[in-house]
């Protein structure tokens, strides 16, 4: 087991990984090497700004028998994420859709950011949108 913090230090090997928030499975995949595949996970922002995410994996020494391994699991687990566009992008079945807007901040609110975005190995985009969407949780409260 690791967390995205340790990404770095996953095995280079084949393997079914399994990404869960606390203790649910919200991702499976299959990959030849775990570690480059988690550190370039085309989701890898949208775990970073879940809470308490973990990667697990179940090395597999035959990469051929991946696909069908992965297809399996998927269709007995049905994580929430697996079968989805990301972010709800054109094709996803969920109901949002993206919106470009523009925000100006000062310097010590972008300095604060920056350090919170650093502290939780985040990009910065990806904690403005947590801080945007946390904003919008609260002002709905």
Not at 29 to 35: A, D, H, K, S
Request: negative net charge; glycine residues 4%; hydrophobic residues 35%.
């Amino acid at each position: 087991m690791a967390t995205l913090a340790d990404r770095r230090e996953l095995p280079e090997c084949p393997a079914i990984y399994f990404v869960l928030e606390k203790d649910t499975v919200v991702y499976i995949g299959q990959t030849v090497n775990l570690r480059q595949r988690i550190s370039g996970h085309h989701r890898l922002p949208e775990w970073k700004v879940r809470d308490d995410i973990q990667i697990r994996w179940l090395p597999c020494n035959n990469a051929a028998t991946l696909p069908q391994l992965e297809k399996h699991l998927i269709d007995m687990v049905q994580p929430e994420m697996n079968g989805k566009s990301c972010r709800g992008e054109v094709g996803s079945d969920e109901s949002t859709s993206a919106v470009r807007i523009s925000i100006t901040f000062s310097d010590e609110e972008y300095e604060f950011l920056a350090e919170e975005a650093a502290r939780k190995e985040r990009t910065l985009a990806a904690q403005i949108r947590y801080w945007v969407k946390e904003k919008m949780r609260q002002a709905k409260e």
